[in-house]
């Protein structure tokens, strides 16, 4: 089940060469920051093993994806499965929606060059919050821009899906979730066209998304874990929404189950520049300067920076 | 500028960024109405990362 290629021995040194080819296995992004840091990129090595990123329209070697924003949305998202409503309906406007966002990534696209290009996005819609894979896939084929799309579930302050509340608590519930990431991870992605579970894609997520909401919630704990199991199981590669607080417990539980954190992508949220929210990702290749990271960054960061008595203490407001 | 912080700081090579833009968000979830025009677009920018932010960082002061 687990892709042998993308296996990593968790106690080897990494050279940044590594580092940055490692991450960006499954998608994990080819490039970082495309050229104002370009001279840390490594030139590419035409006798080194390329590895692949599985994106919705199959995989694709990392080295071609090009600068690969690692988190966003398109076309859609729709909560209203999380309030037991039906999706918005798509026919009549998925054509316009398709046009529409494949300019937008397109225009993404236009902004890079042959060193840069021709782009990727890392696609977290959650699943059941609007991820089609269909309309993904079909977005796909109309822009050059790649799309590697995730599985995702997460409490995030938000009222949650009934069968993911009552999967997760069960008995063995997260192991079930680890199979339902595997599943979606190796086989193909739910298909929210019907009722939950019934059919699946075969459309393979190539990243696991998750997230928190304030600290790490006992369902959302259930999560991560059931999160790493699956990316040790198959070596895809995790990353995170901290909303409100929780990345060091993020860190402390991926390093406790270990979890391979050359692997794992905590996001932050909270830069703004010209008016326009940007989130930074910071990969923790060591989980152990995460600290550091947070101390040399100062109070900027709350999302991940804030303490869990402060979280306590917004709760019980 | 909260990156360049980072990048003094030693974790250059830590660091992704991304927007996370949604182009269509369906606003009535809360409701019954399930209708077209619940659909609400904004023509976000996906281009942000690859062209301000470069230049503002070069602002700065991170070179190539």
Redesign the interface.
């Known amino acids: 089940m687990a892709d042998k290629t993308a296996s990593v021995n968790h106690s080897e040194s990494i050279t940044?060469r590594d580092?940055?080819q490692r991450m960006a296995l499954w998608g994990a992004?080819a490039c970082?920051?495309?050229?104002?840091?370009?001279?840390?990129l490594p030139k590419a090595q035409a006798d080194e093993k390329v590895l692949n990123a599985q994106t919705v329209l199959g995989p694709v070697p990392v080295n071609q994806l090009g600068?690969t924003?690692?988190?966003?949305?398109?076309?859609?998202?729709?909560?209203?499965e999380?309030?037991e409503?039906?999706?918005?309906?798509l026919p009549?406007?998925q054509e316009?929606?398709l046009t529409?966002?494949a300019k937008?990534?397109n225009?993404?696209h236009d902004?890079?060059n042959d060193k840069?290009g021709p782009?990727a996005?890392?696609e977290?819609t959650p699943i059941r919050v609007?991820r089609y894979p269909q309309l993904m896939k079909e977005l796909a084929e109309r822009t050059k821009v790649h799309i590697i799309a995730s599985w995702f579930w997460c409490e995030a302050a938000a009222s949650q899906h009934r069968w993911a509340i009552e999967l997760g608590y069960a008995y063995n519930g997260v192991k079930r979730f680890a199979d339902l990431f595997i599943r979606e991870i190796t086989e193909g992605m739910e298909d929210p066209l019907g009722e939950f579970g019934e059919k699946f894609t075969d459309m393979k997520a190539g990243m696991i998304k998750i997230a928190t909401s304030t600290f790490l919630r006992p369902s959302e704990r259930r999560v991560h874990e059931a999160a790493a199991t699956a990316s040790i199981e198959t070596g895809c590669p995790i990353t995170t929404h901290t909303t409100n607080g929780g990345g060091l417990e993020e860190a402390q539980l991926f390093l406790q189950v270990k979890a391979n954190p050359k692997r794992s992508?905590l996001a932050i949220?909270?830069?703004k520049?010209?008016g326009?929210?940007?989130?930074?990702?910071?990969?923790?290749?060591s989980w152990q300067?995460l600290d550091?990271?947070c101390n040399?960054?100062?109070s900027?960061?709350p999302s991940i920076h804030r303490k869990r008595r402060d979280a306590d203490s917004e709760v019980n407001r | 500028m909260?990156?360049r912080?980072?990048?003094?700081?030693g974790?250059?090579?830590?660091?992704?960024?991304?927007?996370?833009?949604?182009?269509?968000?369906?606003t009535?979830?809360?409701?019954?109405k399930?209708?077209?025009e619940?659909?609400s677009?904004d023509?976000?920018?996906?281009?942000?990362?690859?062209?301000?932010?470069?230049d503002?960082?070069?602002k700065a002061g991170?070179e190539?």
């Open positions: 940044r580092y940055l992004g970082l920051l495309p050229t104002a840091i370009s001279p840390l600068m924003l690692m988190h966003e949305h398109a076309p859609t998202v729709d909560w209203s999380l309030y409503e039906k999706p918005g309906p009549g406007i316009e929606m529409n966002v937008l990534l225009d993404f902004t890079l840069t782009g996005i890392v977290c609007g992508v949220r909270g830069i520049m010209t326009r929210m940007i989130m930074l990702m910071s990969i923790i290749a300067n550091s990271m040399s960054i100062g900027g960061f | 909260q990156i912080k980072l990048i003094d700081s974790h250059t090579n830590q660091i992704l960024v991304s927007h996370d833009a949604v182009p269509y968000v369906y009535d979830y809360a409701t019954s399930n209708e077209i619940g659909w677009y023509p976000v920018d996906f281009t942000v990362c690859s062209t301000i932010l470069i503002e960082l070069k991170c190539r």
